[in-house]
């Protein structure tokens, strides 16, 4: 397969960008730079872009990650913060990326792929995949203001889509609700953007599930591979 055609099929970006990519040297086959766009790559040859190693689709990896906050959830930062791809150091040598973005304070369910196609497709704002979180805000929240997030809340100048948001508790003592939220779009910090709206301070924030994938039994900063049922259901 030629050398573009083999990095779009990798999901590293459309073949016209892959030629930019050979021609400006970032790609190496078998440990040498290799310009030549009719370089045609073989089952045996090792590709590499910016030194991370890329694999066709049945070679992708696919992680369900537990990300506690106090890391980025970008692969790096020009702050120099920790980022997701320190609590996978087995796959440093790979091109591995997040689907969507949790920010710096906020934990739970990450994905993190080597499927460029997948990432795309999932993170693109017509894929409407749910995304349900645990948040705790202080202070109470009434019925009614429940069903204002519900029904969509201005932030950023644009309404929200709507919502589903079930009030999991009240901590008498501490005077925090604990919410269940699940919204279907990923703007930039959403969740605390809504609760904002409404002055209500989120104080905790988790992501449990992305569609039907559960985090489940992923212990904070640790991560465990997607099955194969698990990748078809993103996949769908
Ligand atoms: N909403 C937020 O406020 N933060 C996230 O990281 C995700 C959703």
Same mark, same amino acid.
């Given at each position: 397969m030629r050398i573009n055609k083999y990095l779009a099929s990798c999901g590293i970006s459309s073949r016209r960008k892959s030629e930019e990519l050979v021609v400006s040297g970032k790609v190496k086959i078998n440990g040498r730079i290799i310009k030549d766009l009719s370089y045609l790559v073989k089952k045996t040859d090792l590709v590499t872009v910016d030194n991370k190693k890329v694999f066709l689709n049945e070679k992708h990896v696919y992680l369900m990650l537990n990300k506690p906050k106090?890391?980025?959830?970008?692969?790096?930062d020009d702050l120099g913060r920790k980022t997701v791809l320190d609590l996978a150091p087995a796959f440093r040598d790979t091109r591995l990326f997040p689907i969507g973005r949790l920010d710096y304070e906020t934990e739970g369910l990450l994905l993190l792929t080597t499927d460029g196609d997948l990432a795309n497709k999932l993170m !693109?704002?017509? !894929?409407q995949i749910s995304k349900t979180y645990v948040a705790k805000i202080e202070g109470e929240i009434t019925e009614e203001e429940i069903k204002k997030l519900e029904s969509g809340i201005v932030i950023d100048g644009i309404k929200t889509k709507k919502s589903k948001i079930r009030l999991a508790g009240f901590d008498t003592e501490k005077k925090i609700s604990r919410l269940e939220v699940i919204i279907s779009e990923g703007r930039n910090r959403q969740v605390r953007k809504m609760f904002d709206a409404l002055n209500k301070e989120v104080i905790f924030l988790k992501r449990t599930a992305i569609g039907s994938l559960q985090l489940g039994g992923v212990t904070r900063g640790t991560y465990r591979e997607l099955n194969a049922k698990e990748i078809a259901s993103l996949k769908k």
């Open positions: 106090g890391f980025v959830s970008t692969t790096n !693109h704002p017509s !894929h």
